[in-house]
């Protein structure tokens, strides 16, 4: 059966470093990838797509990768800061809908 | 602009009991979609309208959940006879087309069943 795997256990940094957040995926081959960002009370906030021929997309400080053969996409955030801290979550297209993973909690300390 | 809203933004109900969320989508949206998220999970798909047409209910997890949008923009989840394991945030996002673009989420619902 389709499965997607995120970080289950929350990722900490500090403050300026890079976060990287991973997720890999089995039993599936999605035409596209998108990352959300989700706070406590509030539903997801899109923040980037990425298409399976893309290998690299940008915004700001956000970078996602889509590695196609790997089965994985990576999302970086540079420079982090403390209001970056959320759980951000990676959906995957199945025909007509969003398949989403579980998310990864991330906690940016000063 | 206006987001997509819900209500109520929190439903306490006894167990057996009806209960009907409802959402606004962001207007003109044709694509609303319904989620239900539990503590810790990610969003898991319930439904699909494209207007008024509900072309996919897949995730529905049993013939308890029931679903419109009469008349392409507002739209209804009902669950009959609530259970326990009802209890989750019920999540409604709408999107200008279909695939390949964002969703734009609402604040949920969030239900606990007695």
């Known amino acids: 059966s389709q499965k997607i795997e995120q970080n289950s256990e929350a990722l900490n940094i500090q403050e300026g470093k890079t976060a990287t957040l991973t997720c890999n995926y089995t039993?599936?081959?999605?035409?596209?990838l998108q990352w959300y960002r989700q706070d406590p009370g509030r539903g997801p906030v899109f923040l980037l797509l990425?298409?399976?021929?893309?290998k690299e997309k940008r915004k700001e400080r956000l970078k996602v990768t889509f590695d196609t053969t790997l089965k994985q996409s990576l999302f970086h955030i540079t420079a982090s800061q403390p209001a970056d801290s959320a759980t951000y979550l990676c959906?995957?297209?199945?025909?007509?809908?969003?398949?989403f993973g579980t998310g990864t909690r991330l906690q940016v300390f000063p | 602009g206006a987001g997509v809203s819900q209500s109520p933004r929190y439903k306490v109900a006894k167990r057996g009991q009806d209960v009907a969320l409802r959402c606004d989508p962001i207007?003109?949206?044709?694509?609303l979609f319904w989620y239900q998220q539990a503590l810790g999970q990610g969003p898991e798909f319930l439904t699909y309208?494209?207007?008024?047409?509900?072309?996919?209910k897949s995730g529905l997890p049993s013939d308890r959940f029931f679903a419109e949008r009469p008349e392409g923009s507002v739209s209804t989840l009902k669950i009959q006879r609530t259970q326990q394991e009802d209890s989750a945030v019920y999540l409604c996002?709408?999107?200008?087309?279909?695939?390949?673009?964002?969703?734009?989420f609402g604040p949920g619902t969030r239900l606990t069943v007695l």
């Open positions: 996002a709408s999107s200008s087309h279909m695939g390949y673009n964002e969703q734009f």
């Open positions: 039993n599936y081959s999605p035409a596209y």
């Open positions: 990425i298409r399976e021929n893309e």
């Open positions: 959906a995957l297209d199945n025909t007509d809908k969003l398949i």
């Open positions: 207007s003109g949206h044709v694509s």
């Open positions: 309208f494209q207007n008024e047409a509900q072309l996919d």
